[in-house]
């Protein structure tokens, strides 16, 4: 059975935010008037950051969304429900609580994600021009790459000396490929994440610190983990290929899929199934964050 052992909002975001968590575009901008617009945005968002942490509302800080789950022997249990036009995505955990919204953009390629909820009455913080994170996608649909769109090394550096125009940093690279198993064929993914340090501490891939492609870490490298598919066997009764999602009702559906670290290819440590017409369960745990777990389960986008 999997549980969820407490309230993922308590752990997610103990709010310890100020409005100066974000960095509001400090040294961003490359001219008098361009610093003039930045500081009155950010001024103004201030105003509103800081009226709703009084409510308790506020999620200012990304690197929360960046840091992975608690460790625990379960997995953590939230879901992801789809709008009508597939278009459209949002995450909650388990008990309800809204943690983070995604809207694609097939033509650009480009998936964005934001801290707040733009369906939410009065929740004037969302702004659609500043996503938290963006995902793209190559014209094949077999690479996608995850990246913050404000970097935490270099976030209050000035424009052009950020990692903002040398790539971003790199939050987890996913590559698919099709495989036959039994009669069928199924989707598989490769996924590289930033490692871990010994402390705890996320290795920050920005590519100022030094680092390259996430996609190709290296051979040797002991910064970058990797991540492999769950395979599926072929069941002759349903004629159909089967993972087993224990404590999960899930219902048929090419989207659905387990991960493992591949040191340790049977010990899933996500796992993404279709529960509903437009809701999917996804439950996961340490290493990853939510902006991995989220980010990857959104890369079925096409997959059928």
């Known amino acids: 059975m999997v549980f969820q052992e407490e309230s993922s909002v308590s752990w997610l975001w103990p709010l310890r935010r100020s409005p100066s968590g974000e960095g509001v575009g400090k040294g961003a901008a490359t001219s008098e008037s361009e610093d003039e617009d930045v500081d009155r945005w950010g001024r103004e968002r201030a105003f509103d950051i800081a009226d709703m942490v009084e409510q308790g509302m506020a999620r200012e800080i990304v690197t929360e969304f960046m840091h992975p789950l608690r460790k625990s022997s379960k997995l953590w249990r939230f879901h992801v429900v789809r709008s009508e036009d597939k278009l459209q995505y949002r995450l909650f955990s388990d008990d309800g609580d809204f943690l983070m919204y995604a809207r694609t953009a097939l033509e650009a390629r480009r998936v964005d994600f934001y801290l707040y909820n733009p369906s939410e009455k009065d929740d004037k913080l969302f702004d659609p021009s500043r996503p938290a994170f963006t995902m793209g996608w190559n014209k094949d649909k077999t690479e996608w ?91 002759d009764e349903v004629e159909s290929l089967v993972l087993d999602f224990k404590g999960r009702n899930i219902l048929s559906s090419a989207k659905n899929f387990q991960l493992a670290l591949s040191q340790k290819p049977e010990h899933t440590i996500c796992q993404y199934g279709k529960i509903g017409p437009m809701t999917f369960s996804l439950d996961f745990k340490y290493p990853l964050s939510v902006i991995q777990a989220f980010g990857i389960s959104l890369t079925t986008l096409f997959w059928t």
């Open 145 to 235: 790459r995850i990246v913050q769109e404000r970097c935490e090394h270099c976030q209050f550096s000035p424009k052009h000396l950020s990692c903002s125009c040398h790539g971003k940093q790199q939050v987890a690279v996913i590559k698919h490929a099709r495989r036959p198993v039994g009669d069928g064929i199924f989707n598989c993914m490769e996924v590289l994440v930033p490692g871990l340090y010994s402390d705890g501490s996320r290795v920050v891939w920005c590519p100022l610190l030094g680092r390259g492609d996430l996609a190709a870490p290296g051979e040797d490298s002991d910064e970058a983990q990797r991540l492999i598919t769950k395979k599926p066997t072929w069941n």
